[in-house]
């Protein structure tokens, strides 16, 4: 049997439903006699079937969101317009930037200690939830607070938009509740309940269409703001229940009293997860202030930010990969099991490779027709979404290494690996802006800085391999 898929899933772990195992039933049955020796060891283990229903569910899920999410932006981007659409975008990105800061690198810590924990030590996996939710709750509302005050300051100094503060204002509300509702899904990673992370996805998107239009055909960018807090609360009340009934089903009992014992985890993985997002978030946010502040800066953001909508598509399956594979890497490598977290990796890079290149080739063959989905205005930047399309296929490599590095628990040389590379980023931005000059330089640079974090990343991980 192959050992990618000899663990034991442990008792804690449901089989997989009846919708899922008749699925699984059909696949068997049309299954290419190529690929029956590999289907036949998939499913042959508990491990591997559980891979199998949580990559079901995690792409289920995320294609339907993410599918929405790209119909609400599409149709959102024709009404508003070039220039206000990259408004809208300008908001929720400085809103998204503030929510490193807000959410203090909690995420990937609740994810890695849940999976790592929870077949050994319940009490401290109800403590660590605890802990995630005192801390991101204080965290947001402070960062929220800081936000709202500093809007003004913000919009008529930086931004060089007054008109923009009250709409900015609001993103100080979504910046709290999306740190809440981020969390929340870290939590049922943990707990790898991907068929919850599914509804609660599809529940908050499947409201965000109709509101999202409503919204932007009568109130403009404040219009789809609104829609956008209406949208992220109603996933925040799915997420609860679907963690109630996670933490009743393992008979975990989250403590806020006693959290205070997790402290120590702060430092040893909350503290260089937090300063990488951060330094990565504050060189996002910063690349598009240079973009926005060059000549026709406003149109050409509007164009970045359509190319990255369409990128958001291309990444999804590999996206959606991820929160399946890290729980698995994590509880891996607490367990030493070094042969099978190898192959883990290896197998995980080969399919995410596949599906990347497959699923940027309509985009990199008709650029001009998928940007001009979005209006005729937006037609001149097909180069901006080829240039896309080759940063999904480099971003796989630095993503895969993160994942490496953080399940190992290399948390502060992943950080001072992403410093290095946000700087040369950065550099990279300024270099191709005089060059090139639009919105492909944005993403021109993200190629540069991606295979710098792989080398550096590769180099490093090579290293500790030769000392252990």
Partial sequence: MNRLFAVSAGPQVPAPGAFVMSLISFAEKVCPPILRPTFDRIGGSALGRKVASGAFWSVLGGGLARGLGFLSMLLVARI??????????????????????????????????????????????????????????????????????????????????????????????????????????????????????????????????????????????????????????????VNSIMIYRNTKRLQVRYSFYSSYKELPILWRSNLPVFLSAVVYAIGIWLSQMMLATSPNGRAELGI??????????????????????FPMLSELAGRKEERQYWRVVWKGGLLNIAVSVVGTMPFLAFPAFFMGLSGEEYVGGGSALV?????????????????????????????????????????????????????????????????????????????VKVKS
């Fill in 80 to 237: 508003l317009g070039k220039e206000l659409f990259g408004e809208f975008g300008l908001v929720r990105s400085t809103a998204t930037t503030f929510i490193a800061f807000s959410g203090f690198g909690m995420g990937v810590t609740v994810t890695k200690y849940i999976a790592e924990l929870l077949q050994k030590e319940r009490e401290r996996v109800g403590r660590i939830i605890g802990l995630s939710y005192l801390f991101t709750f204080l965290t947001s509302l402070f960062v929220a607070g800081v936000f709202y005050l500093a809007v003004p300051w913000l919009c008529e100094t930086q931004l060089q938009a007054p008109h923009l503060i009250g709409v900015m204002k609001l993103g100080a509300v979504m910046l709290f509740l999306s740190t809440m509702a981020s969390t929340q899904g870290c939590v049922m990673q943990g707990f790898q309940d991907f068929r919850g992370l599914a509804i609660a996805s599809i529940a908050g998107n499947l409201v965000m269409v109709p509101l999202y239009v409503a919204g932007a055909w009568y109130g403009g960018v404040r219009g789809v703001m609104v829609c956008a807090l209406l949208a992220i609360g109603i996933n925040i009340a």
């Fill in 304 to 325: 970045y930010f359509v190319a990255l909508n369409y990128q958001t598509i291309m990444l999804f399956l590999t996206q959606q990969m991820q929160p399946v594979f």
């Fill in 387 to 463: 240039v896309a399309a080759v940063v999904v296929w480099v971003a796989i490599f630095p993503t895969t290494c993160y994942q490496i590095l953080i399940s190992r628990g290399l948390n502060w040389t992943q950080a001072v690996i992403s410093f290095i590379g946000i700087v040369l980023f950065l550099a990279a931005v300024w270099c191709f802006l005089r060059l090139i000059g639009g919105a492909a330089a944005l993403f021109c640079a993200h190629i540069v800085s991606g295979l710098c974090y792989f080398t550096l990343s590769a180099f490093t991980l090579a290293i």
